[in-house]
């Protein structure tokens, strides 16, 4: 086992270096940059006309590209804002330097606001990790005993019915219930039941820690309702096959001829196979819920998090703050998933990932 976790740590190191080089190189090619940000505004066009400033690739001002976006304007205030932002030199040296910090873990400065991207990562972590842990542990709660349910009741009115609830669950996008949840709930047509922005209100720090955790719980009910919608239906569909799949086995079938009642051959003998799966597959569903769904929730109830931290970099052309979250989500996914494999040895000790081949 210990070589098949090196194997995988090793893998992580090209894997990190090959998704950073194609957004490095989409980047290049993108119009606009945080070199022509300053220009649009210096020539009194705002950051909505560095998309219309052709001739651009992600940043790097050079040539004839350089004298059509800089039209009017000194050279040496080209250069030394090339400078400033780290484009005066070939983009290859600029993705080595790149490569080297950040595997110190040192993602340099944000170009407009004043504080490292560490400082800033670290402080919407906790926003995004929030969400993505209580809409995985409510999507569990709720899709396992829901497809243990369908499983056991297999053709029946009640599998039918939730069945189609489960779809239209399924359909719905995430986004567009956020925004069904506030105009019902948040103050928009109908109810003005809960907060529309933040995860706590502003006088949380002085509220009595059970008045906190009312808070918090008011501020997240929302979305992460939102979030859960169209995270469970999946799971619930894979518990319910997975348990149909075990219960036409001979094992349960000899369970059975021998007396057992069927609550004993469901929980006692079916449950931890079944569910080997659906539990394994708690971190990569984690990865998948926080790296999906939570940038436009967070956008529309103006959560400060990781999602929308990235979403505003990408928009402004922050550069060190995209590629450092970038970082930081594939690294996490990467670290996630490897934790996951590990659990199916932790819950079927016959699995056996020493004899894959690297």
Do not use: C
Not at 43 to 53: P, Q
Not at 124 to 146: A, D, E, F, H, R
Request: glycine share 10%; charged share 20%; net charge negative.
């Amino acid at each position: 086992m210990r070589a098949y976790i090196l194997r995988r740590l090793l893998l992580m190191v090209p894997t990190l270096v090959g998704i950073l080089l194609i957004n490095f190189v989409i980047v290049q090619a993108a119009p606009g940059g945080p070199i022509d940000r300053v220009l649009a505004e210096l020539k009194g066009h705002g950051v909505a006309a560095t998309a219309r400033i052709g001739g651009q690739s992600g940043g790097e001002v050079s040539g004839e590209g350089a004298s059509r976006g800089a039209r009017g304007i000194d050279p040496e205030l080209i250069a030394e804002l090339e400078r400033l932002y780290g484009f005066d030199k070939p983009p290859a040296e600029r993705f080595w330097e790149m490569l080297k910090r950040y595997a110190r873990f040192d993602f340099g400065e944000s170009f407009y606001r004043d504080a490292t991207v560490l400082e800033l990562i670290g402080e919407k972590l906790p926003v995004s990790i929030s969400l993505g842990l209580w809409t995985t542990l409510l999507v569990y709660l709720i899709s396992i005993p829901l497809g243990i349910a369908k499983a056991v009741r297999d053709g029946t009115p009640f599998d039918v019915w939730t069945s189609v609830l489960v779809v239209i669950g399924y359909a719905i996008p995430g986004f567009l219930f956020a925004v069904l949840l506030v105009v019902v709930f948040a103050g928009g047509s109908f109810l003005d039941w809960f907060p529309l922005r933040g995860l706590v209100s502003e006088n949380w720090d002085a509220l009595p820690w059970p008045q906190k955790i009312l808070d918090y719980f008011w501020h997240i009910t929302l979305p992460v309702l939102s979030m859960v919608v169209g995270g469970f239906a999946g799971l619930t569909l894979l518990t319910k096959n997975s348990f149909l799949d075990e219960l036409h086995k001979q094992y349960v079938v000899t369970a059975r001829a021998k007396g057992a009642d069927e609550r004993r051959v469901l929980f006692g003998h079916v449950f931890r196979n079944a569910m080997l799966i659906v539990v394994a597959g708690f971190p990569g569903a984690f990865v998948g819920i926080l790296f999906t769904s939570a940038l436009l929730i967070e956008v529309i109830f103006s959560l400060d998090g990781l999602g929308l931290l990235g979403f505003e970099a990408t928009v402004n052309r922050d550069y060190p703050v995209m590629f450092g979250t970038l970082y930081i989500f594939t690294l996490l996914g990467l670290v996630l998933n490897l934790v996951g494999d590990l659990m199916y040895t932790w819950i079927d000790p016959r699995i056996d990932f020493e004899t894959r081949e690297g």
